[in-house]
C-alpha cells in the first residue's frame, strides 16, 4: 500500500530539547515536504526536497531543519523547540511528471512545546 | 502574490441540503487546484484535483468542483449532505512547473457541520 509514515503521531516535549520527527514514503517519489497546520492558518510549507541532498526553505523555515539522505526518508528537526512550534505538521511526498498528480499526506504529528 | 481563499470558515448545513464550500485564487497564471478533507484526528485525503481536462471535476463521496476561470474560482459542492461529511475541507493550488517548488498553497479552510 501507497503511503507515508510519520513518527511519532504525539508528541509533548520543553523548551530546548532537541527532537526529530521521521517522515518516510514508500513510493520512490523525489519530491518530499514538511507542512505545519496552526488553526485559522491552514496549512504552510516549512522545508521541501527535489531530491537527494535537494533541499530548501519554505514559507516557515525558521527553527527547523531537515537532511535528505535517502530517497524515502525526510526528518523534520527542531533542535531547539520553542512553544511557537506546537503545531500539527504532516509530510507530503510527490512524484512530478505532472503537476496535477497526487501529493500524498502523512496522518500527521502532533507537537506540543511546554 | 499568489494566494487561496476560502469563503466562510464555518459551514453549517441539514443532513440532505446542498453543500456549497468556496474557494477563490488570485494567480496570473493558470494554477493547478486541488480540494482535501480532514476529518476529525485524521491527515489529509484528496476530494478531486482540476487537472485541466475539463473544467467540471468529480471526486469522491459525491463531491465535485467547476473550475471557473473568469472567476477565478473552484468551488465544491454536494447536492445532498450526509452527516458523514463533516470534516474541515482546504482548498489548494500550485504553480509549480519543471524544477520549481511544487509547493501546495492552502486556503485557511472551512469547516463543515450537518446538522440532523
Known amino acids: 500500500e501507497a503511503q507515508v509514515t510519520q513518527n511519532p503521531r504525539y508528541l509533548i516535549t520543553v523548551t530546548g530539547k532537541k527532537l526529530t520527527v521521521t517522515c518516510s514514503q514508500n513510493m520512490n517519489h523525489e519530491y518530499m515536504s514538511w507542512y505545519r497546520q496552526d488553526p485559522g492558518l491552514g496549512l504552510r510549507q516549512i522545508y521541501y526536497s527535489m531530491n537527494v541532498e535537494v533541499t530548501d526553505k519554505g514559507d516557515v523555515p525558521e527553527g527547523y531543519k531537515v537532511s535528505r539522505k535517502e530517497k524515502r526518508n525526510f526528518p523534520l528537526i527542531l533542535e531547539s523547540p520553542s512553544p511557537n512550534q506546537t503545531s500539527l505538521y504532516f509530510c507530503?511526498?510527490?512524484?512530478?511528471?505532472?503537476?496535477?498528480?497526487?501529493?500524498?499526506f502523512g496522518p500527521g504529528t502532533r507537537l506540543t512545546v511546554l | 502574490a499568489q494566494s487561496v481563499t476560502q469563503l466562510g470558515s464555518h459551514v453549517s448545513v441539514s443532513e440532505g441540503a446542498l453543500v456549497l464550500l468556496r474557494c477563490n485564487y488570485s494567480?496570473?497564471?493558470?494554477?493547478?487546484l486541488f480540494w482535501y478533507v480532514q476529518y476529525p484526528n485524521q491527515g489529509l485525503q484528496l476530494l478531486l484535483k482540476?487537472?485541466?481536462?475539463a473544467t467540471l471535476v468529480k471526486g469522491i463521496n459525491g463531491f465535485e468542483a467547476e473550475f471557473k476561470k473568469s472567476e477565478t474560482s473552484f468551488h465544491l459542492t454536494k447536492p445532498s449532505a450526509h452527516m458523514s461529511d463533516a470534516a474541515e475541507y482546504f482548498c489548494?493550488?500550485?504553480w509549480g512547473s519543471g524544477g520549481s517548488n511544487y509547493k501546495l498553497t492552502f486556503g485557511k479552510g472551512t469547516l463543515l457541520t450537518v446538522n440532523p
Open positions: 507530503a511526498s510527490f512524484q512530478y511528471g505532472g503537476l496535477t498528480d497526487t501529493q500524498y
Open positions: 494567480s496570473s497564471v493558470p494554477p493547478y
Open positions: 482540476y487537472t485541466s481536462a
Open positions: 489548494a493550488v500550485t
